[in-house]
């Protein structure tokens, strides 16, 4: 029972480290807390670690962090602090996956600052970005997303009614819902798969697809913020599906392919820098 107990653990560890990499580490220390506390205090034992849990992780998260991750050479983006920039789904900050260097947080600021001149009222959404520390150490999972060069952002909606929404994307994790190929655009997709890369769609399979038929992409507005992000010097990659790259006439050399061994990006924008 106790070997049981003792492997629980490390499981919890070893996941938390794999989702926000400080939360392993946040977790043992909760553990010894509620050990030297427990006898003191007469609580379920259950409820108490995860007040204590939840407390450390936060005390982390927002004082501990962010100052070791300059020494890192990474900065988090804007929670709530930037009008134009903000986080599709606040759980990416949560945890910790908002993390970038300093060179790609300015470029996706300038953007953002860009496109809302251009499109007044215009948020720009980020998705996954990078952890605080160490370069090498992914962000599952996106292995690329490793070196705090890399940035996911969410394309662009409208509602039926054509108006432009700001922080709504058709899942609300801002992956899995596909803006697909039309009848006669080139399907990398079906190429990928008939290759026998089977993760390539893989998303499809969990995300719920409830919100697919009240909102349309947005080619404007997803086109003049990759046309933005071409402009800024530190841009290196952009990744994007073939067939938007196509239907969106944009044609530079900085946008490329990413690869059948990757997943699908015709849900959001990879940006990478130099
Ligand atoms: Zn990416």
Request: hydrophobic share 40%; charged share 20%.
């Amino acid at each position: 029972m106790k070997i049981l107990k003792i492997l629980i653990h490390i499981i919890l560890i070893l996941l938390l480290t794999a989702i926000t990499q400080v939360g392993g580490v946040v977790y043992i220390i909760s553990l010894v807390i509620k050990i030297s506390l427990i006898k003191k205090i007469r609580l379920n034992r259950k409820l108490f670690f995860c007040g204590i849990f939840t407390v450390v992780y936060f005390f982390f998260s927002i004082l501990i962090v962010p100052p070791i991750a300059k020494s890192y050479g990474r900065e988090a983006l804007p929670v709530f602090s930037n009008k134009n920039l903000k986080p599709l789904n606040i759980m990416t900050c949560v945890l910790n996956r908002h993390y970038v260097r300093p060179e790609l947080k300015q470029n996706i600021k300038s953007v953002a600052k860009k496109m809302s001149k251009k499109y007044p009222n215009t948020i720009l959404s980020y998705l996954d970005a990078n952890f605080p520390f160490y370069n090498g150490f992914p962000l599952l999972p996106h292995l690329s997303h490793n070196d705090g060069k890399k940035l996911d952002v969410a394309f662009f909606y409208k509602n039926k009614l054509g108006d432009e929404l700001n922080r709504k994307a058709p899942s609300f994790m801002g992956y899995g819902v596909f803006e697909e190929p039309k009848h006669g655009e080139y399907n990398a997709p079906k190429n990928c798969e008939n290759k026998g890369f089977w993760q390539y769609s893989i998303l499809d399979k969990f995300v719920p697809q409830w919100n697919k038929d009240d909102m349309v992409f947005d080619s404007n507005r997803t086109k003049s913020m990759i046309q933005l992000m071409l402009k800024e010097k530190s841009t290196g990659k952009i990744f994007i599906e073939p067939h938007l790259k196509t239907r969106m006439n944009l044609q530079n050399n900085k946008i490329r392919f990413h690869g059948c061994r990757a997943v699908r990006h015709d849900d959001h924008v990879h940006l990478q820098i130099n």
